[in-house]
Nanobody
Framework: QVQLVESGGGSVQTGGSLRLSCAASGLSYNYYWLAWFRQTPGKERDGVAG????????VYADSVKGRFTISRDNRKNTLYLQMGGLKPEDTAMYYCATAVNPRLVLGATSYTYWGQGTRVTVSS
């Protein structure tokens, strides 16, 4: 049974930092992609950053390039999202997800399994 469990969300002020974690279990060998998405009420789920697990290749949304870093610890089966220079517009529920071969790395519809999310609030 696939499980993705996010943690690390919280409330910070503008310019602050947070590190999100996503503990993965039960994934079969061919789920090559892990990614972070975020969603605010009434809006679609947007891709933030994705990683190709076998080769470590990464993809970032333009809105977070230079501020966020996606990484993983294979020994712990954990994906991370280091977020810095946070802005109020980064406020959202953040989810991790996994896919075999997404048509779009940052396209939510390409992903099969999702975590329950962790909330990030950035105040001005």
């Amino acid at each position: 049974q696939v499980q993705l469990v996010e943690s690390g969300g919280g409330s910070v002020q503008t310019g602050g930092s947070l590190r999100l974690s996503c503990a993965a279990s039960g994934l079969s060998y061919n789920y090559y992609w892990l990614a972070w998405f975020r969603q605010t009420p009434g809006k679609e789920r947007d891709g933030v950053a994705g990683m190709h697990i076998p080769n470590g290749g990464t993809v970032y949304a333009d809105s977070v390039k230079g501020r966020f870093t996606i990484s993983r610890d294979n020994r712990k089966n954990t994906l991370y999202l280091q977020m810095g220079g946070l802005k109020p517009e980064d406020t959202a529920m953040y989810y991790c997800a996994t896919a075999v071969n997404p048509r779009l790395v940052l396209g939510a519809t390409s992903y099969t399994y999702w975590g329950q999310g962790t909330r990030v609030t950035v105040s001005s």
